[in-house]
């Protein structure tokens, strides 16, 4: 049985404390090592050597994003060897030096975000400009600013012009310039300002909408283009003597700037130590989780890149500590995205069974029961294989789910939904109903009792033998089930209901209630309601887990009468007719249904099979990495 992290160990690394920061860097360029901070040698070894670094290194970080916000990333050259170790010293240097150079520099910057403004609010101006270019007349006489004369420019639908024109006379107003053309036209109208109220209700029944115009345009739109030219002119001149005070010193302390980026990145695996190193005057311990299979490998690697000798200690996990155990999680591979599928609904602990590919064989099984058709299978692992570079690792999925709908289409010989090109190998789903539902519940059966099997062996290697007997899912819960299950078959045979299947279920049913009485702490007719409800619910959550099934078979049902349903629309229209709606009828079954039978598929897995056996509450293998900056030289800044 595939047991999920079986072979990680909990080690112990003692080492010198000025190793530390090597040491790390390798466990980081292995990516085999995992920190376990719980604090276990806490009285024998209280100092947390890397607090203080972290909050340090933080602190230089935070200048150094800065500084390449505004002079771009270095590049990291061939020839620029990457620091192994930062020592304490050189990291205070580096953060000193990292400050004052973002005070030399933050000028520049504050003033590259005036002229970033400063450029954004001109483009606003000119595009608002454009407006205008038509009106030889001064703008700030279209905002209100005169005693005697009331002018509005805003748009009106054209349909509404002729009759606004008529109207506008009669209120001592005129239209003196029109523009524009589409559905809108853009208009300037004078009047007297103690008509003003008048005009206000003709424009809104004419559905008149106001332009504004921005408070700085005083004159004829010609000056005030050139005004924001000669703007724009001059922020020019101020961009371009920053960026040539930025590029001056950029290449005068790029060197400085490069060799403090390799450092800090390098110091990173040993800031993701945190709490897992304990230290005590020159001695070090650091501990962590490691699969069995590259123990050696770390050790070796440790011992050829320290200067100082270290002693790895290695054990299995404790029983009380298996559900601390990162667990590796698959990423790649056939199972890659059945593996993720498991991880959105948890994480194996550590010795538990480990689902994914049970669940890749149960989905596959599954899906293309609910969704045979060989036609439709192929469309499905086609689409999986040209979207590959964007699916990525579920593009495995799309393949299996579509071969399984093939190989289920071939079993029903069915092919886009026609079942006469091709002699079904097992059965048309729609020829025998009945026999559709009973396979269906059979494989509930099967697939509940694996799951109980399961639960049972998890429990038993955890050491919890009365939860392998009583718990939900347990050997008794089981027997009782299969012993239900095989009375009712034998009663749909036409026989009567076994007499060992009824000794069975009565013991079973004593003892499990008897557990329950005996677990339960309550008033004696608090106590008594709990157990006939807890007993009674061992019994009905099997069988309606067993009847959820069912839905297998009605899937099934449902992908043929939608496509005879396809068959028959398409048959009442003439030739085209007849084969786009063939065409588009089977693409919305494709994607409508291969969804839904997706989501359902997932929700027996989820809730019929996971939630009996598997606990989902660890936290996945996540090695310490060493960091690795590709960025290149770069900046500028969008006009």
């Not at 919890?464 to 939900?472: S, T």
């Not at 939608?562 to 068959?567: I, K, N, T």
């Not at 084969?579 to 809730?607: C, D, K, M, P, S």
Request: hydrophobic share 45%.
């Amino acid at each position: 049985m595939n047991r999920a992290g079986y072979d990680m160990r909990h080690v112990t690394i003692t080492l010198m404390r000025e190793c530390l920061p090597r040491a790390s860097h390798v466990l980081a360029e292995l990516e085999a090592f995992a920190p376990d901070e719980r604090p276990l040698q806490e009285s024998e070894l209280p100092e947390i050597p890397g607090s203080t670094f972290r909050s340090r290194i933080r602190h230089a970080w935070g200048h150094l994003d800065r500084l390449s916000a505004l002079l771009g990333e270095p590049s990291v050259e061939k020839e620029d060897a990457p620091v192994l170790v930062l020592r304490r010293e050189q990291l205070i240097e580096i953060d000193e030096w990292l400050a004052e150079a973002w005070k030399q520099c933050a000028s520049c910057d504050e003033q590259l975000h005036r002229i970033k403004d400063e450029f954004r609010e001109l483009h606003h101006l000119e595009k608002s400009l454009d407006d205008f270019d038509d009106l030889d007349v001064d703008l700030s006489l279209l905002q209100g600013k005169h005693d005697h004369l009331d002018m509005r420019i805003g748009t009106v639908p054209v349909e509404n012009l002729p009759r606004l024109s008529e109207v506008l006379a009669l209120s001592n107003h005129i239209i003196i310039n029109t523009a524009g053309s589409g559905e809108t036209r853009r208009i300037v109208i004078a009047g007297q300002k103690e008509d003003a109220p008048i005009l206000d209700s003709v424009l809104q029944a004419a559905a008149f909408q106001p332009v504004i115009i921005p408070e700085t345009f005083n004159g004829n739109p010609a000056a005030i283009r050139t005004d924001l030219q000669a703007r724009r002119q001059v922020l020019d001149e101020q961009y371009q003597h920053l960026q040539g005070k930025i590029v001056n010193w950029r290449s005068s302390n790029w060197r400085q700037i490069l060799r403090a980026r390799q450092m800090l990145t390098a110091a990173e695996s040993y800031v993701s130590l945190r709490d897992a190193v304990r230290t005590r005057g020159t001695l070090a311990v650091l501990q962590g989780w490691i699969p069995a299979s590259r123990i050696d490998e770390v050790e070796k690697t440790l011992r050829e890149s320290l200067w100082l000798p270290i002693i790895l200690e290695s054990r299995k996990p404790l029983a009380n500590e298996r559900h601390l155990v990162p667990v590796p999680v698959r990423e790649r591979g056939l199972l890659g995205p059945f593996a993720k599928l498991v991880e959105q609904y948890g994480v194996p602990r550590f010795g538990e069974f480990d689902p994914t590919i049970l669940f890749a064989i149960t989905f596959a099984g599954m899906f293309g029961m609910m969704f045979g058709d060989i036609g439709h299978g192929a469309v499905i692992l086609l689409t999986g294989l040209l979207l590959r570079k964007k699916l990525k690792t579920f593009t495995y999925l799309f393949v299996l789910a579509g071969a399984s709908a093939m190989l289920f289409g071939w079993l029903y010989g069915s092919i886009f939904g026609v079942e006469h090109w091709l002699h079904p190998l097992w059965i048309a789903p729609m020829s025998d109903p009945v026999y559709m539902l009973i396979v269906a519940f059979c494989w509930g059966v099967v697939f509940l009792t694996l799951g109980s099997v399961i639960a049972i062996s998890n429990r038993l290697y955890a050491g919890d033998y009365i939860g392998a007997l009583f718990g939900p899912g347990g050997l008794f819960s089981l027997i009782l089930y299969l012993a239900l299950i095989g009375g009712l078959v034998n009663i749909a045979q036409g026989g009567s209901f076994p007499l060992l299947a009824s000794v069975m279920i009565s013991i079973t049913l004593v003892l499990l209630a008897g557990y329950k009485w005996q677990s339960s702490d309550a008033s004696f007719g608090e106590r008594m309601f709990t157990t006939l409800i807890e007993t009674f619910e061992i019994v009905n959550g099997y069988i309606s887990s067993s009847l959820s099934f069912l839905r297998v078979a009605a899937f099934s049902l449902n992908h043929v009468a939608l496509l005879l349903a396809v068959f028959t629309l398409a048959n009442s229209m003439d030739t085209i007719g007849h084969w786009i709606t063939l065409v588009l009828g089977n693409l919305f079954v494709i994607v409508l249904e291969g969804i839904i039978v997706a989501i359902q598929t997932l929700r027996l897995e989820y809730y019929e099979g996971f939630s009996r056996y598997f606990y989902g509450d660890c936290n996945p293998f996540r090695p310490i990495r060493a960091w690795r900056s590709q960025t290149t030289l770069t900046t500028g800044i969008r006009r």
